[in-house]
């Protein structure tokens, strides 16, 4: 499979960060094969528009976010207070298509793991169904210990890909505010999951060259084994 799902424990706890700095990363180290990026639904503005400003992916708004709704809300809720429907039908057909044309695929989810994508669907019911190798972006906060725990059971009840586990600084910390917020060995035994590295902060996210060198130094290796 020529593809990876970006996931997380929550919203807004770094997934598109770490999607783009994959992106980053892949177009710096490897021009020559062609990459997507896919954010399968988006409810209001944000990702979408910020892969459009800061990659050249020869891809139109709805090959990236083939489900849009206005309202910045869950989906199924987003979808109901438009009339609509969250078909996704629409998402898979445009999934497969962009496989089949590009080298590989970043897709951003939406929320965490139980996030709801319909009234019956979660996204781990997705990542699951569509057997996507996904990896769990876990923010280094309190109670991020708790969260990758919970994360990883729900991963395993739905047989989720889990390939492991990326930590993700939202603010600045030093290595011994990090150790103690997740440590690795705790995390990685309560999870039985791989750490592949922990992003710093970044007082500039759209920075690609700081961002293509932090991915350099996760465990890229173990990350894309299948």
Same mark, same amino acid.
């Given at each position: 499979? #020529?593809?990876?799902?970006?996931?997380?424990?929550?919203?807004?706890?770094? =997934?598109?960060?770490?999607?783009?700095?994959?992106?980053?990363?892949?177009?710096?180290?490897?021009?020559?094969?062609?990459?997507? *990026?896919?954010?399968? *639904?988006?409810?209001?503005?944000?990702?979408?528009?910020?892969?459009? =400003?800061?990659?050249?992916?020869?891809?139109?708004?709805?090959?990236?976010? /083939?489900?849009?709704?206005?309202?910045?809300? &869950?989906?199924?809720?987003?979808?109901? =207070?438009?009339?609509?429907?969250?078909?996704?039908? *629409?998402?898979?057909?445009?999934?497969?298509?962009?496989?089949?044309?590009?080298?590989?695929?970043?897709?951003?989810?939406?929320?965490?793991?139980?996030?709801?994508?319909?009234?019956?669907?979660?996204?781990?019911?997705?990542?699951?169904?569509?057997?996507?190798?996904?990896?769990?972006?876990?923010?280094?906060?309190?109670?991020?210990?708790?969260? &990758?725990?919970?994360?990883? $059971?729900? $991963?395993?009840?739905?047989?989720?890909?889990?390939?492991? *586990?990326?930590?993700?600084? /939202?603010? /600045?910390?030093?290595? &011994?505010?990090?150790?103690?917020?997740?440590?690795?060995?705790?995390?990685?035994?309560?999870? #039985?999951?791989?750490?592949?590295?922990?992003?710093?902060?970044?007082?500039? /996210?759209?920075?690609?060259?700081?961002?293509? =060198?932090?991915?350099?130094?996760?465990?890229?290796?173990?990350?894309?084994?299948?």
């Amino acid at each position: 499979m #020529n593809s990876l799902l970006i996931t997380g424990t929550d919203t807004e706890i770094g =997934k598109t960060v770490l999607t783009t700095a994959l992106a980053a990363y892949w177009q710096k180290y490897h021009s020559s094969h062609s990459l997507g *990026i896919m954010k399968p *639904i988006q409810s209001g503005v944000g990702d979408r528009e910020t892969y459009q =400003k800061l990659f050249s992916l020869q891809q139109s708004s709805e090959e990236i976010t /083939p489900l849009y709704f206005e309202a910045p809300l &869950a989906p199924p809720i987003a979808a109901a =207070k438009e009339n609509r429907d969250v078909d996704l039908a *629409i998402v898979w057909q445009s999934l497969t298509k962009l496989q089949r044309n590009r080298d590989f695929v970043l897709i951003e989810a939406l929320g965490g793991l139980g996030s709801p994508v319909t009234n019956e669907l979660t996204v781990a019911d997705l990542a699951a169904q569509w057997r996507l190798p996904t990896v769990l972006v876990v923010p280094v906060k309190l109670g991020a210990i708790s969260q &990758a725990v919970a994360s990883s $059971a729900l $991963a395993k009840l739905t047989r989720v890909n889990l390939l492991g *586990i990326v930590l993700n600084c /939202p603010q /600045p910390l030093n290595e &011994a505010e990090i150790e103690d917020l997740t440590p690795v060995a705790l995390i990685q035994s309560l999870t #039985n999951l791989p750490i592949f590295g922990c992003l710093p902060y970044f007082d500039n /996210p759209n920075d690609l060259e700081k961002l293509a =060198k932090a991915v350099s130094d996760l465990d890229l290796e173990q990350m894309f084994r299948r």
